[in-house]
C-alpha cells in the first residue's frame, strides 16, 4: 500500500513527540587510565559510547609538591611518555567527545594548604593540561575540556579557591595575576570563543559530601556525577525512597547537570553495582525526566570493556 503524507496536525504531533523523547537524553561518562588491559584511548572513544571520557588521575599535587600523572601501564610520563597520548585526544575531541583529567582519587597524595597553594595548582593545571604553555606538557599538545576533582582525601579547604581560580584561568587568561570576585567569576563561564569551559566534580551520594561541598557550591561546575556507590545508605540496593532522597538533595546544587554515577562491573565496587536490565527498568525511568539529568557515569572504562555495561545501557540513558 502506498503511502500518504501525514498532515499539518499529525506532522506536528509527531514533531513534539520525538522532541519529547529527546529532550531529556543523557550520556555515558566513563573514567579510563587506571588499569592495565582497558582499552587505548582512541578505542575508547570511537566506541561510540561515551560523550565524556575522564583521564585518571594526577593523584599528587598541591602542598609545596611537584604533580604527577599516572595513567597505569598505559604511558610513563616520566620519561614523556605519554605525550603520544596527544593524538588521541585530538581524535577524540573531533568526534565531539569532551576530555577531562581528573584530579585526585582515592589513593594519593594531594592537599590544598592555603590560597596560595590553590593558584599555584590552578596555574600548574592551565599550563601543562590546559590553554596554557610549558616546556614539560605530559600530554603533549593536545588542549584538554577541563578539570574533574574526585578529591576523597586532603581535608576539605580551598577546593572551591581552586575551582575559582580555574575558572578564571580557563575563561580569562589575562586575569591569571589578578584577584576577582566569586560573583566576577559566575559570568565567566565561557572564553572569548565561545567555547564552554568545563568542571567537574565525583562526590560521595552521602549530601554534602566531604570534599567537593564547598567547590560544587560556588555554582562554577557544568557537570556533578555523584558516586552512588560504595554509600550503602544512599545507592539503589537500599530501596526507592533512599535513593530518591538523595537523588533529590544533588540536584538542589547550583550546577549545570548531574549524573548518576556507578560501577560498570560487580568487581569494579565493593557495594552499588546495578545490572544493566535493573536499571533500565527501574532505576533510569526514577531520574530520567528530573531538570538536572545529564546520564551516567561509570567506574571505569576497564570493567566496562569486561561487562559491556555501556552498551547494554546506552539506548536507555
Request: net charge neutral; aromatic share 10%.
Amino acid at each position: 500500500m502506498a503511502g500518504r503524507a501525514l498532515s499539518p496536525f499529525l506532522l506536528s504531533a509527531t514533531i513534539l513527540v520525538a522532541l519529547l523523547a529527546t529532550c531529556h537524553a543523557g550520556g555515558i561518562a566513563v573514567y579510563w587510565g587506571q588499569n592495565d588491559g582497558e582499552a587505548s584511548l582512541s578505542e575508547t572513544c570511537a566506541s561510540g559510547n561515551y560523550k565524556f571520557v575522564i583521564l585518571a588521575f594526577v593523584y599528587k599535587f598541591g602542598k609545596g609538591q611537584t604533580p604527577q600523572l599516572d595513567l597505569a601501564s598505559h604511558c610513563d610520563p616520566s620519561s614523556g611518555g605519554c605525550k603520544g597520548l596527544s593524538k588521541d585526544i585530538h581524535s577524540c575531541q573531533r568526534r565531539g567527545i569532551k576530555v577531562l583529567l581528573s584530579i585526585g582519587g582515592g589513593d594519593g597524595s594531594y592537599g590544598l594548604t592555603s590560597e596560595g597553594d590553590a593558584r599555584d595548582v590552578a596555574a600548574y593545571l592551565w599550563n601543562n593540561y590546559l590553554g596554557g604553555s610549558s616546556s614539560s606538557r605530559p600530554l603533549g599538545d593536545a588542549v584538554l575540556d577541563g578539570i574533574d576533582f574526585d578529591i576523597e582525601l586532603g581535608g576539605a579547604k580551598y577546593w572551591d579557591r581552586l575551582a575559582s581560580d580555574l575558572k578564571a584561568l580557563l575563561s580569562s587568561p589575562q586575569l591569571r595575576d589578578v584577584v576577582v570576585s566569586s560573583r566576577d567569576l559566575k559570568n565567566m563561564g565561557k572564553n572569548k570563543g565561545g567555547k564552554g569551559v568545563l568542571l567537574s566534580a565525583a562526590p560521595q551520594c552521602p549530601f554534602p559530601d566531604e570534599w567537593d561541598g564547598s567547590a560544587i557550591n560556588t555554582g562554577l561546575f557544568d557537570f556533578v556525577w555523584v558516586q552512588f556507590y560504595n554509600n550503602p545508605e544512599c545507592q539503589f540496593s537500599s530501596g526507592r525512597g533512599a535513593f530518591m532522597a538523595a537523588w533529590k538533595q544533588w540536584e538542589s546544587v547550583p550546577a549545570g547537570q548531574i549524573f548518576l554515577g556507578l560501577p560498570a562491573s560487580k568487581d569494579a565496587a565493593g557495594t552499588g553495582f546495578v545490572p544493566a536490565g535493573e536499571l533500565n527498568s527501574q532505576v533510569l525511568p526514577l531520574i530520567r525526566g528530573s531538570p538536572k539529568y545529564g546520564g551516567v557515569m561509570l567506574w571505569s572504562k576497564y570493567y566496562d570493556d569486561r561487562t559491556g555495561y555501556s552498551s547494554a545501557i546506552k539506548s536507555h540513558v
